[in-house]
């Protein structure tokens, strides 16, 4: 474990503006990078959370923790914590990772219960906002956050945040992207809301074609043109497949779209919001990946994004697999989708949702262009939650290095495992599955649907979650 850094510079950070206390003349160079790496954290909206491997170190372990003594020291084994390099360092952890919002396990030996804390850390938060009024002083600003009337509760938050010059950042970059920037941040942008749904397919040795569609919903209000009935907007979107074994950008798709909706003869009052979705695909190795979706609205003069953790398995490897279980409405997708389709010309054509399916919000008008073979037979719904006169559509394919027929079990189970549904559906030469799924059978609620694949002598499973709706649920 690196050094940190003496009892000063810690005193230091736990002043909450270590921008403005600045460490004694003798300080080392890493006090001063420690320094800077809170304030690019700061900026960055991450929390660090931190695991001491060595576990609990008693007062009787500082000895074997501490031979041979560091070059130079004799105080490793000093009871005053304030003197000892062992304490110091486990206190430097709860610094660093308070500073930003996390925690640190230190000087313990129970780490599952540690990991735990930090995975229902990250799955139980509150994301808080806000404006301030005063943009004219510059520098470090300290925030407080309580709970009124909880004086029980640990909170853990940033403890502030900084006002730049406002020349700082201002003279142009070449290589900057402003759909870029919205995904550069440890937490999505909430320009306005986005979803973000992908699939990988099998494609060709490691690599996998993942089919994405970014859905985004908008204020109508905002989109109306000029003769009250079209809705109108011009997008940039992209897709950034981000390799997290190596922290950089692999892949990354978009474009730009003229969005031209009209309302459906006979829609009586067009709805507060409209939703559309854009699909896409990536050709990915095999890995774990985060794919960052980022959109821009002119009409709205503002920007989103949204995350999501992706899996790319290698098929080419397995013995029997399945892929992810693609759901959509039988009956056609019940927003606008468009493809972002492009010509053989050097210069890509525009996209519109002109040429999407008959929806709510949309009539066809078809395009001639040039479209590549689609990774998948249908355009996914993002929903979940569906109502009992939906029938849905379940796709998925199955990859054997077997030639033994394989058999493909589809059940619709409650949350605790109890089959309320079950078929079984044999698997067409090319491996694939792709069937109507009525909901009018089961009751409100949740369920799981789960798919098991077989060949005679493996076993490969997929399961999805969704809910039914009562009839009166909006």
């Known amino acids: ?23 004694p003349a003798a300080a080392a160079s890493h006090d001063y990078a420690l320094l800077d790496m809170m304030n690019a954290m700061r900026r960055g909206n991450v929390a660090t959370y931190a695991i001491d491997p060595r576990g609990e170190i008693t007062s009787q372990e500082l000895e074997i923790e501490c031979h041979p003594s560091p070059p130079g020291s004799d105080s490793c084994v000093d009871p005053f914590a304030w003197r000892s390099p062992i304490r110091q360092a486990q ?20 780490f599952t219960s540690g990991i735990g804390r930090i995975l229902n850390d990250l799955d139980n938060y509150y994301l808080l906002g806000f404006y301030t009024t005063d943009l004219a002083t510059k520098g470090y600003r300290p925030v407080d956050v309580e709970v009124k009337g909880r004086p029980d509760l640990t909170l853990r938050y940033r403890r502030g945040y900084e006002i730049r010059p406002d020349n700082e950042d201002k003279e142009p970059r070449p290589d900057r992207e402003p759909l870029a920037d919205l995904v550069n ?13 992908a699939i990988p397919m099998p494609y060709s ?7 994405i569609s970014l859905e985004l919903t908008l204020p109508t209000a905002a989109l109306r043109g000029a003769d009250s009935e079209r809705l109108l907007d011009q997008i940039r ?24 909706l009209r309302p459906r003869p006979g829609l009586a009052a067009l709805p507060d919001q409209v939703t559309y979705q854009l699909a896409l695909e990536l050709e990915l190795p095999a890995g774990r990946y985060q794919l960052r979706g980022a959109a821009m609205s002119d009409k709205l003069g503002a920007g989103g ?12 490897r397995a013995e029997l697999a399945v892929t992810d279980l693609l759901l959509a409405y039988a009956d056609g997708p019940h927003v606008p989708v468009a493809h972002d389709i492009r010509s053989p010309l050097p210069n890509p054509a525009p996209l519109t949702t002109r040429g999407a399916q008959p ?30 006169t939906d029938v849905l559509r379940l796709f998925f394919k199955a990859i054997s290095k077997s030639r033994r027929p394989l058999t493909a079990t589809i059940s619709a189970r409650t949350p605790d495992g109890a089959v309320v549904v079950t078929f079984d559906q044999p698997v067409t030469s090319d491996g694939t599955v792709d069937v109507r799924l009525p909901l009018a059978q089961l009751m409100p609620g949740g369920y799981r649907l789960q798919v098991v694949v077989k060949d005679g002598e493996r076993t490969a499973m ?5 809910a039914v709706k009562k009839k009166d649920e909006g």
């Open 1 to 23: 474990m690196p050094d940190l850094p003496p009892s000063s510079v810690a005193h230091a950070l736990s002043g909450r503006d270590p921008t403005l206390l600045t460490p």
């Open 185 to 197: 941040n440890a937490i999505p942008a909430a320009g306005f809301p986005l979803r973000l749904h």
């Open 91 to 110: 206190r430097g952890l709860d610094i660093v990772a308070g500073e930003t919002g996390g925690f640190a396990i230190v000087n313990t030996d129970d």
């Open 237 to 260: 979107y992209g897709v950034f497949a981000i390799d997290l074994k190596g922290a950089k950008v692999r892949e990354q798709t978009g474009s730009g779209a003229h969005i031209a």
């Open 305 to 316: 994004s949204v995350y999501l953790p992706l899996d790319v398995p290698d098929f080419s």
């Open 205 to 211: 040795g490691n690599r996998s074609r993942v089919a």
């Open 462 to 466: 997929k399961e999805i979650g969704f």
């Open 359 to 388: 929806t709510p919000l949309s009539r066809p008008t078809p395009t001639p262009v040039v479209a590549p073979v689609r990774t998948t037979p249908f355009d996914p719904t993002l929903d979940r939650v569906f109502a009992s």
